[in-house]
């Protein structure tokens, strides 16, 4: 069945089965391959996308349930291609990935925390990315990574640009 | 040649990893981010059964199904393609990518089924109807042992893959000379390193131009070799894409049957195929599980808590199918006795086949079990005299003064200062502080407990242990290679001769490069040429790429500075060794007269009549490099340089168990780390912080558990349970830096460190906050519900013995 699906500020549409999730309809027919496939059961979270501006599991919803929600998956962070977000730059600051397969996943969760909650603790961190699995890094330069965004952000009394919750 | 005196300007600063910027933007290329024109999926059909012959296949029901192209049984794969290779010389453990005749493990892969997308191949799988005829199994290895057990292999004869007794120094003597003895059992349960990403692989066949083109999620010495040779193909039909980006392997990510079936599927149809495993698919039969071990120990030690000598057994489940596991056993021969100096040594290495999924490499190789029980052993000697833990271990390390320091099986370690990084640890955590630490936290009704852990771990990756339990494997060798090519513009390319899965690879040639050419790392473009157009390589095993690949950066550097060297001093009128090199440019020893980098290219690309008789015109160099102290065979008697390089990690843990769930907590964490010469801080930090992480998981959380009918239980992470953030403490790093004398900067590996002694600490942590209650765990992971249980019984035993 055909879905109309607004991804990162654009309207797009498909045909899909009912039964294909989000995460392959955005793979597959959008060729959004930032979300990334990982447990397929909702643990691992390297599918994370924003919807409405909350972390969701784009593996645990189809693709027909996603109609009217505003999307908002890994390619729709940075401001302008090879310009970073300061999200995004903060984890390259402190290296806070490895192998880059979670990544997408932590800096959308990353993301949606300093919208709602600019100044983290530590704990509200690593909270906040219990339900993303890293295989690479302990955590410890994604929750350093975060913390410096954080400052930064504060640091730059720029607007938020991001997607807020509740707006659909 | 003369170069002015330089410090270090890239290598060990906190430079940005380069690989980073594109994974933060989701543009990644990871495998299952390929797409071939007209590609068809496959979805595999698991055995239900631990053991069961085949039967019969009806596959009519899902060639009935719209979309599907092709079902393939085992028969049909090895007829048309050689068996896997096995590691060992044991030519009847069989094995192909599909089951033949027998199914050995549940999950064990017996069609294949060919489709338009993998939803239509998944639906198909359903439909392919196999009738089995169950057959008797064995899941537990000392079980397989006994002369009655089932075997996996009949034609093999008995279920022993490997049994192999080794004795170095005089073991009896030493052990009749002391005047105290303890033995003890721990065990290793099954876990792995279980990637983010599952394996994932496309294969195109080219009849046109007999080329197999691979783009598949790997982390595999010989990778195109061993395809190649299945499939009965020269070895340059196999084109190997490397710019593919690994997501996460630490080891298991060899994907052999995956590609080979692919690579056959592809030749058969026509058409480009890809598997791209499913976590199910991954979990049970992605044969990436890792060692699975029954440790038995004995130590004769002197009453003040040296040790002299050990006897060591090592009985490993190596699953179905030979794989890896068999060196898993090796490869820890060379650092058997840890940092310790302990004078002779019995090891028998058995491995045994079972109904249970297969082994692959798992980070550390083996040696992160054998750390468990080698840690275990001085804990309980401690115990045995009343000393503290660390005094015994300070008693018994290898001093600074005494490196190299050849061990009894024959390896010589590199450097350390063992003796200083515990010191520097024990200062930074206050040791007295966490003692009444945890005084007060058992106070409170918890309990606690410290534990600490010393070990090795062994880097630069060579492959003795083959050679070692294979008399007829001869390697002794493991290069690496790099290739620079400056263009005419000056711009400098470089290359990575295999795949990456996270290590920042491309960021340690850049480092190492600039450094040595005294340019900007960031102005080297790195490129990852594929199987065909590569250099020879070993891929990023055993901790080997700091070493190896920097080894092979830094001489290739070398040579072309040389280059730019001579042919300066040729435009000069010098000696090479008057010249001055720096900053990319070239001076008299006067400094009246200089070239600048372009000039130098220039000379180079275009301007053959200035430059030095005999000289190849452009500028490239390429160094094909050895494993340092690599290049013997073993003694007859069994000893053998293993690794080159010994990087260090003492560990500290406190840690709180809740007695009524008996649910531990980590209070805190400190690790010191010494492994040489540090390239690039980020990433020797993420790579000790990460593997802490896996080694909590495998000390409190993972397993592969298989249930009493062979099946397995834990193939979800809902039941095989991966660290999250809220499990993994913060960690607090004390660093050393004892550079390794036989690297090109010093540096040793740390692709290991943190995993290798995380579970020996946590464990002896446990242990000392059960010590109260009079009771230890001896077996990993150390679940909370058998924590629980034995914290109620003791308590239990406890008040029944007041009651009396």
């Known amino acids: 069945m055909k879905v109309e699906l607004s991804i990162n500020g654009e309207t797009r549409t498909a045909e899909v089965e009912p039964r294909k999730t989000l995460l392959d309809c955005l793979r597959d027919d959008f060729g959004l391959t930032g979300s990334h496939v990982g447990c397929e059961h909702g643990v691992c979270g390297a599918c994370t996308v924003l919807l409405d501006g909350e972390p969701a599991r784009s593996c645990l919803i189809f693709a027909v349930q996603a109609d009217g929600y505003d999307i908002t998956t890994i390619e729709g962070i940075a401001p302008a291609p090879g310009e970073l977000s300061v999200i995004q730059d903060a984890f390259c600051e402190m290296h806070g990935m490895q192998c880059g397969y979670c990544t997408p996943g932590m800096v959308l969760t990353a993301t949606a925390l300093l919208r709602d909650n600019p100044q983290p603790t530590r704990q509200d961190i690593v909270e906040a990315i219990s339900g993303n699995i890293c295989r690479c890094t302990g955590y410890g330069q994604i929750v350093e990574a975060i913390a410096l965004a954080a400052e930064r952000l504060a640091l730059a009394n720029a607007p938020k640009n991001v997607p807020k919750a509740g707006t659909r | ?804």
């Open chain 2, 1 to 804: 040649m003369s170069t002015a005196p330089r410090h270090l300007r890239y290598v060990s600063t906190n430079r940005r990893v380069r690989e980073d910027r594109r994974f933060v933007a989701g543009k990644g290329q990871f495998a299952a981010d390929v797409k071939a024109a007209n590609m068809l999926h496959v979805a595999l059909v698991p055995s239900p059964h631990p053991a069961a012959r085949i039967v019969a296949i009806d596959t009519k029901a899902a060639l009935a199904l719209p979309g599907v192209h092709y079902v393939l049984g085992g028969d049909e794969l090895a007829g048309a393609t050689d068996q896997l290779m096995n590691g060992l010389d044991t030519p009847q453990v069989r094995r192909f990518p599909l089951a033949v005749n027998q199914t050995r493990y549940v999950g064990e892969w017996v069609a294949a089924i060919v489709a338009d997308t993998r939803a239509i191949a998944e639906d198909a799988a359903e439909l392919v109807e196999v009738t089995y005829e169950p057959l008797p199994f064995v899941i537990d290895p000392e079980e397989a042992l006994k002369a009655d057990a089932p075997t996996v292999h009949p034609p093999h004869g008995s279920n022993v893959l490997l049994d192999r007794t080794f004795v170095w120094g005089d073991v009896e003597r030493d052990f009749a000379d002391s005047p105290k003895h303890l033995s003890f059992r721990v065990v290793w349960g099954r876990s792995s390193t279980v990637p983010v990403e599952t394996f994932g692989i496309t294969a195109a066949w080219d009849p046109w131009r007999e080329l197999l083109d691979v783009w598949a999620s790997i982390q595999m010495p010989k990778y195109a070799d061993q395809i190649a040779r299945a499939l009965r193909l020269p070895a340059n039909a196999v084109r190997v894409h490397q710019d593919i980006d690994v997501g996460g392997s630490y080891g298991v990510k060899r994907g052999i049957k995956h590609t080979v079936l692919c690579g056959y599927l592809s030749r058969r149809l026509g058409r480009p195929v890809r598997l791209i495993e499913d976590r199910l698919e991954n979990m049970r039969a992605g044969d990436a599980h890792g060692p699975d071990r029954i440790f038995d120990v004995s130590l004769a030690f002197n009453d003040d808590g040296v040790i002299r000598s050990m006897k060591m057994r090592a009985l490993d489940n190596a699953g179905a199918y030979a794989g890896r596991a068999p060196f898993q056993l090796g490869k820890p021969i060379g650092a058997i006795v840890g940092p310790y100096k302990i004078q002779s040594v019995e090891y028998r290495a058995q491995s045994v086949t079972t109904n249970k999924a297969v082994q692959e490499a798992v980070r550390g190789f083996g040696q992160s079990p054998t750390n468990y029980a080698i840690e275990s052993a001085i804990d309980k000697v401690a115990a045995a005299l009343n000393l503290y833990r660390v005094e015994v271990r300070r008693r018994n390390f290898i001093r600074k003064e005494e490196f190299p320091y050849l061990i009894p099986s024959g390896t010589r370690y590199d450097s350390g200062d063992y003796h200083t990084v515990v010191a520097k640890v024990l200062d930074h955590v206050e040791f007295k502080g966490l003692q009444a630490e945890r005084d007060k936290i058992r106070q409170s009704g918890q309990l606690a407990g410290i534990g600490v852990a010393a070990c090795l771990e062994p880097s630069g990756g060579n492959s003795s242990f083959e050679p070692l339990l294979n008399p007829k494997n001869t390697t002794s060798t493991w290069m690496e290679s790099c290739r620079i090519h400056v263009d005419a513009l000056g711009d400098i390319v470089t290359t990575v001769n295999t795949t990456s899965s996270g290590q920042g690879h491309e960021t340690l040639v850049a480092t190492v490069i600039g450094e040595i050419l005294e340019i900007d790392p960031d102005k080297i473009r790195v490129v990852r040429p594929d199987s065909l157009e590569s250099m020879p390589s070993n891929s990023p095993v055993g901790s080997r790429m700091a070493i190896m690949l920097g080894g092979a950066a830094f001489h290739a550097a070398q040579k072309l500075k040389q280059k730019l060297v001579a042919i300066a001093a040729h435009q000069f009128g010098a000696r090479e060794d008057s010249v001055v090199y720096s900053n990319g440019g070239a001076a008299t020893a006067q400094g009246d007269r200089r070239l600048s980098w372009l000039d130098l290219v220039t000379i180079a690309h275009r301007n053959w009549h200035l430059l030095p008789p005999g000289f190849e015109p452009g500028l490239e160099t390429n160094h094909v490099y050895q494993v340092p102290t690599g290049g013997m065979l073993p003694t007859p008697d069994g000893r053998v340089q293993m690794y080159p390089c010994h990087s260090f990690e003492f560990h500290v843990v406190l840690l709180a168990i809740d007695p009524e769930l008996g649910a531990p907590k980590i209070k805190r964490y400190v690790i010191g780390h010494d492994c040489g010469t540090v390239i690039n801080p980020h990433i020797v930090k993420g790579m000790t912080l990460g593997g802490i992480a896996h080694g909590i998981g495998a000390a409190l959380f993972e397993e592969f558990v298989y249930d009493d009918q062979g099946q397995m239980i834990t193939q979800t992470f809902m039941d095989y349970l991966l660290p999250s953030s809220l499990e993994v403490p913060e960690v607090e790093i004390v660093h050393h830096c004892t550079p390794s004398p036989f690297t090109v900067l010093g540096q040793k590996g740390s692709g290991e460190s943190g995993y290798l002694g995380a579970p020996a600490a946590i464990s002896s942590a446990v242990n000392d906050a059960l010590a109260p209650l009079g009771i230890s765990v001896a077996k990993l992971p150390i679940r909370i519900a058998a924590l629980g249980d034995a914290i109620a019984a003791a308590r239990e035993r406890a008040s029944l013995r007041a009651a009396l």
